[in-house]
Nanobody
């Protein structure tokens, strides 16, 4: 059974930091490209960051220099370190695993940036 379980979301003040984690099970984690997406109310889901199975990373322009994606294949976990958070970062953050025809999603974790 495939599972992607996100954790680490919450309420943080502008300028603060959060670290999201996504624990994976039920598939071969190391061969999958892992990504974080987010969806704000009334908006489409958008890519935040991706790390390939070769650990090449790519980021949305809006988070470059503030967010860092990483993975630990031994723990089947992908992380998103978020610094200098802004109110516009408020969204539900989703973990994604993709490889060839497979595409898995987590249930999401809420991140709210507010004074």
């Amino acid at each position: 059974q495939v599972q992607l379980v996100e954790s680490g979301g919450g309420l943080v003040q502008p300028g603060g930091s959060l670290r999201l984690s996504c624990a994976a099970s039920g598939f071969i984690f190391s061969i999958h490209h892992m990504g974080w997406y987010r969806q704000a109310p009334g908006k489409q889901r958008e890519l935040v960051a991706v790390i390939t199975n070769g650990e090449v990373t790519n980021y949305a322009d809006s988070v470059k220099g503030r967010f860092t994606i990483s993975r630990d294949n031994a723990k089947n976990t992908v992380y998103l370190e978020m610094n200098s958070l802004k109110p516009e970062d408020t969204a539900v953050y989703y973990c994604n695993a993709a490889f060839e025809s497979t595409n898995y999603w987590g249930q999401g974790t809420q991140v709210t940036v507010s004074p």
